[in-house]
């Protein structure tokens, strides 16, 4: 699919290398466990493996793309994962690297995206360091820094013990539930020759096993349960990326004639044209959604994203009634350092279990049950869409709301495949559909700011030369934290098509102000106050264009800009270009966001 990235960085006159140093050796097992890319910042700590990678592998899978932080390689790999469901790699420079980079490694371990986190550490052997600067970037237990974030982490001590390590990370990173796994090269380790022949792995030998299924009983209790039912509906959070899982739901929902609710915070899953989808996939929940959850008999949570959270807020709302069923193998990375394992729910029949391989296995019984006859009647299970105004029907002097950027990406879309990485504070909009995995990618994970541009162009990556076009849509507050990571595209000419929702403030906590600013009777006028991004204003499209991408050149601030500009961005990355577009919106939220606390600040 990106065939073209290897006319980048060619190494010159490599020869015949032979496998001559410990860092080979780590190359090598990058190269066997499939790692196709590795996003890193230049460190010398790892100067090693970078020479093996240049040098012996050819900068060939994996190919070398350079970042212009740490921050930035991590979110490079997880946007990859977030459409391939595959890892990438990324490696960080000794201490200091691995310090930059934890807030991308906490996002990506809250999306529980698989990746190959590599890192290095000393000289561990003292003799061998430099004064100063190789003291200072040596630790005792580099992975204490973010062992709560991983999978698992390991500091391999000889050439042979990092054949093990990694073929052990590449493992469990890719086992169910998938998510980051940590390595450190001791420097040292890395430059020293290898005095004995080190056995390489069939890489076959050591796969991933088939993700864990739930019991026959618990699989005839789950289907028995929304066989008697009235009204089931099914609450999908985060799923499998391939079209067979998506497929596989899909027939199951239209056997059981089950409602269907999804979340914006995770990727696309099941389609939201659908007439069983329960109104549009959003970020909090909606009227609709609570609606449809009081009236439910059953309800079939597969992996939902905090289901106790959910439960709590239904709780002032006529609260859950009916059954509930909860499918997730989340509590295997459950541990006692953050609270992102969220509420504890409750339920009447608790499965551990991946909850793609239990549809399979409930589809196989639904059928049996019913002979293969579906009971649903085709009627729709969401309410009735409201009617939509186009934007080419509006007024064109109009000022530009958030929830109207993808609507007027949905109004240009035509037959064009748009794979869209996270949306900003407007929401979906009205028009813009789910009809396939790529379709939509989810959030951060984390809600750690910084992390849109780099996802978006790891994202853009994974679809390169497949016919998808890559479309993200940030806020200028996550936008300005780490835009320097559009110069990563821009170099390995990736093309793609950022879209800001720029509204000149960190809006949301001007809405925190103000909840406390009511809370305690104070002025809400103030909550602007250390809040704004103006004065003087950034020139977003100056900036870009400064990193490698094409603009609109100015700011889109009326209704009847928007329509070409968003045009002329797509037929730009169809043209293989980087373009930017920088569109200002009045400060508001199609969502509310949920405030915390406070007596009178909701």
């Not at 990485?421 to 009205?430: A, H, K, M, Q, T």
């Not at 001007?510 to 704004?532: C, F, S, Y």
């Amino acid at each position: 699919m990106t065939e073209h990235l290897k006319q980048f960085d060619r190494p010159q006159n490599i020869g015949n290398p032979h496998m001559g140093w410990a860092s080979d050796v780590a190359a090598e097992m990058m190269r066997r466990c499939g790692i196709k890319y590795l996003a890193l910042n230049p460190g010398a700590s790892y100067r090693g493996v970078h020479d093996s990678v240049v040098n012996y592998l050819g900068n060939e899978d994996p190919q070398m793309l350079i970042c212009l932080h740490e921050d930035h390689a991590v979110h490079l790999a997880q946007g990859y994962a977030k459409v391939t469901g595959k890892p990438m790699g990324c490696f960080l420079h000794s201490n200091v690297g691995l310090m930059h980079g934890l807030m991308g490694i906490f996002n990506a371990w809250c999306y529980r995206a698989p990746m190959l986190i590599m890192g290095a550490t000393g000289p561990v052997d003292a003799p061998l360091r430099r004064p100063w600067i190789d003291w200072i970037h040596t630790a005792k237990d580099q992975g204490a820094l973010v062992r709560y974030m991983v999978k698992w982490d390991d500091e391999p001590r000889s050439a042979e013990a990092i054949v093990e390590s990694m073929a052990r990370a590449n493992q469990i990173i890719r086992s169910e539930p998938t998510g980051p796994a940590y390595i450190c090269f001791d420097a040292g380790l890395q430059e020293s020759k290898l005095d004995m022949h080190i056995e390489m792995p069939d890489m076959s030998k050591f796969q991933p096993s088939d993700p864990p299924r739930a019991s026959a009983d618990a699989v005839k209790e789950t289907a028995e349960m929304l066989l008697s039912s009235k009204n089931p509906i099914f609450m999908m959070g985060r799923m499998a990326r391939t079209k067979e899982s998506w497929a596989a739901r899909v027939e199951l929902v239209e056997l059981l004639g089950a409602g269907v609710l999804t979340s914006l915070r995770n990727p696309a899953c099941f389609p939201s044209n659908h007439p069983l989808h329960i109104g549009r996939p959003a970020g909090r929940l909606t009227g609709y959604a609570s609606d449809a959850i009081k009236e439910a008999d059953t309800i079939l949570s597969l992996n939902w994203l905090d289901l106790g959270g959910t439960q709590r807020l239904m709780q002032g709302q006529g609260g859950m009634s009916g059954r509930c069923i909860h499918v997730s193998l989340e509590q295997y990375l459950h541990n006692g350092f953050g609270m992102e394992l969220f509420e504890l729910p409750q339920t009447d029949l608790n499965i551990n279990a991946d909850q793609d391989a239990f549809i399979s296995q409930l589809l196989t019984e639904v059928k049996i049950q019913l002979n293969n006859k579906s009971v649903w009647d085709g009627a729709s299970k969401g309410p009735e869409a409201s009617p939509i105004k186009l934007i080419s029907e509006r007024d064109q002097e109009a000022d530009i709301l958030p929830a109207d950027i993808v609507t007027a990406l949905a109004e240009v879309q035509g037959s064009r495949k748009i794979s869209l990485n996270r949306v900003s504070s407007g929401g979906l909009g009205p028009l813009y559909e789910f009809t396939h995995p790529w379709s939509y990618l989810g959030h951060d994970g984390g809600g750690g700011l910084a992390s849109g541009p780099g996802t978006a162009v790891g994202a853009a990556l994974a679809v390169v030369n497949t016919g998808w076009l890559p479309v993200s849509v940030l806020g200028d507050g996550d936008f300005m934290q780490g835009n320097t990571a559009l110069w990563t595209a821009a170099k390995y000419r990736i093309p793609m098509l950022v879209i800001i929702s720029n509204n000149r403030s960190n809006f949301n906590d001007e809405l925190h102000q103000e909840t406390v600013a009511k809370d305690r009777e104070r002025p809400v006028e103030n909550r602007w106050i250390g809040m704004r991004i103006s004065e003087p204003e950034i020139n977003l499209c100056e900036l870009a264009e400064s990193l490698g991408f094409e603009s609109n050149g100015t700011p889109v601030k009326r209704m009847g800009d928007l329509l070409f500009s968003i045009e002329a961005g797509l037929k730009a990355v169809e043209a293989g270009k980087c373009y930017f577009i920088d569109i200002h919106v009045d400060t508001g939220y199609a969502e509310p966001p949920l405030m915390r606390g406070g007596s009178k600040g909701e």
